[in-house]
Structures are given as structure tokens and as C-alpha cells.
């Protein structure tokens, strides 16, 4: 079977800095994939350049089997950059179906918009304008407009990394319950350790920065994950074992 994302010895650098160190990682079909680091330790790079947005410096990179920039071309990857980047002028709902608006031919049908609005409790606001949100109102409605794409790959760079603690506490527990009954396949970057566990099969976490693979965590936490999940054992147990590797790799 041929990974929904497969990265062979990808390595980063700019100029004379060196971002990522050689990175190998296959990420499966529907699997819910988290890339854990500390800031500056390359998720963002490894995150563009997974959809075509960069070019790695040496290895290859392959999104279900294509070159990430065909399956960008082909509108098979939905991106949640960490700042929302609504256009001001649309209301709600046009911003949720813009990637449908400028996509006329997307390759699968996605979730209708509207359904996922309300899914999200942005049906009241879908006439309002970005400016009438809140922040993690804002960032709902990214997630929208990523997901009604419908494509089978979704890249999420820290997309709630701007909110605060209790809105994106909340957000976690909508991305996992958007993201369990889908197919599709998820790689989202974050520095917070609660937010990867709650959301994710499984953890890759890199070192400081040139980031390399210090180890990966497999989540065997039962779905669908309830916000209770929080305060389970276990949960804090993957936790411990994910700040050890974190410091592990900060080399302390
Ligand atoms: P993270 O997302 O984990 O915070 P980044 O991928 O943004 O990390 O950056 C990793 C390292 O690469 C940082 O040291 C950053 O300064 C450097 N870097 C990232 N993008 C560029 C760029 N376009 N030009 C030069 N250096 C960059
Ligand atoms: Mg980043």
C-alpha cells in the first residue's frame, strides 16, 4: 500500500542554517498524524514541504504516491495555516465555500459548507463578517473552508497556537470530532503536548532545531475521544512519555 505521505531522508536547509536533519516518515491512509517540536525545530518546513510548498533540500517526498506539487495542482491537500486569513469583504459562508468558488472542479465532493458551519456552531454568524468574530470563531471557519475542499490529505500548521487556553482546549475537542468519522488523512504541527495526544494516532517529535525524528508515540487512546479523556491516566501517561522525548531531544 502505497502511504498517504512517504518522506525518505528529507533534509532542509537555508543558506547556512539547518533546519531539518534527514527526516524519514510514512504516514498511512486516514491516519491522524501530529508533529511535535519546539519552535524553530522545522514543523513548519517539513509541513510545507509535505504540500508542495517548498522544495526539500535533499531526499523525496511523495503524497499518495505523486510529487507533493501535483497532488497541491490537484487540489488533493486542504491547508489550516495558523493565522485564519479570512477575506474581509465575504461573509461567513463565502468564506467557508471559497476554496469551492475558485475550485470548480474539485475531485471529490467534500462536506457541504453549510452543514459543516453548523457543525462547527458558526450557523447563526454565517451572514456575519470576519471583523463580527472571534478569534477561534475566525479559526472555525478556516477549518471549514479547508475541509469543504474535501480532500483526502489535510495539513494543519499550529492553527490554534493564537487562541487561548480554554477556546483552544475547545478546539481540539472539535478537531477530533470532525476528523474521526473521515477518511481523510491529517498531519498537523503543534507545540503543545495535550493538544497532540487528544487528536492523534500517532506523535512524531522533533528534536531542536535541525529537527530530527527523537521518536514517535503511538496514541491507543479508545475513539471517539471524549474532553473527560483529559483527566484519564493514561492520557497523562502518554503526556510524561512525550515531555521526556521533547527534552531528550532539546539535549537536556
Ligand atoms: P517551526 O515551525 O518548528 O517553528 P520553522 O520550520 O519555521 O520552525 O523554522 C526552522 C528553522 O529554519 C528556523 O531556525 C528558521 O529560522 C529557519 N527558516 C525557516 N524558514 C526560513 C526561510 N525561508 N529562510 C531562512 N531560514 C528559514
Ligand atoms: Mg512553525
Same mark, same amino acid.
Given at each position: 500500500m502505497t502511504g498517504a505521505i512517504e518522506l525518505a531522508g528529507v533534509t532542509k536547509t537555508f543558506g547556512r542554517i539547518e533546519a531539518l536533519a534527514p527526516v524519514d516518515l510514512v504516514v498511512e491512509p486516514g491516519e491522524i498524524v501530529t508533529v511535535l517540536g519546539p519552535s524553530g525545530s522545522g514543523k513548519t518546513t517539513l509541513l510545507r514541504i509535505v504540500g508542495g510548498l517548498d522544495e526539500p533540500t535533499a531526499g523525496t517526498v511523495t503524497v499518495a504516491g505523486a510529487s507533493p506539487h501535483i497532488a497541491r495542482s490537484a487540489k488533493r491537500i486542504g491547508f489550516v495555516p495558523q493565522?485564519?486569513?479570512?477575506? &474581509?469583504?465575504?461573509?461567513v459562508a463565502a468564506n467557508a465555500r471559497l476554496l469551492l468558488d475558485v475550485n470548480r472542479s474539485r475531485p471529490t465532493a467534500g462536506p457541504d459548507p453549510v452543514d459543516l458551519l453548523a457543525e462547527v456552531g458558526l450557523a447563526p454568524f454565517?451572514?456575519?463578517? &470576519?471583523?463580527?468574530?472571534?478569534g477561534g470563531m475566525q479559526q472555525r471557519v478556516a477549518l471549514v473552508r479547508a475541509m469543504?475542499?474535501?480532500? &483526502?490529505l489535510l495539513l494543519m500548521d499550529?492553527?490554534?497556537?493564537?487562541?487561548?487556553e480554554i477556546t483552544r482546549t475547545d478546539m481540539r475537542h472539535l478537531l477530533a470530532r470532525l476528523c474521526e468519522p473521515l477518511a481523510t488523512t491529517v498531519l498537523f504541527v503543534t507545540h503543545s503536548i495535550a493538544e497532540s495526544v487528544f487528536i492523534s494516532d500517532r506523535v512524531v517529535v522533533l528534536s531542536a532545531? &535541525?529537527?530530527?525524528?527523537v521518536g514517535v508515540e503511538s496514541v491507543d487512546l479508545a475513539r471517539p475521544r471524549h474532553p473527560s479523556l483529559e483527566d484519564d491516566p493514561a492520557f497523562f501517561a502518554v503526556e510524561t512519555r512525550l515531555r521526556a522525548l521533547l527534552h531528550e531531544g532539546a539535549g537536556r
Open positions: 493565522s485564519p486569513a479570512l477575506l &474581509p469583504w465575504r461573509t454565517a451572514d456575519a463578517y &470576519p471583523h463580527e468574530l472571534s469543504a475542499l474535501g480532500a &483526502p499550529e492553527p490554534f497556537a493564537a487562541l487561548d532545531r &535541525p529537527g530530527r525524528i
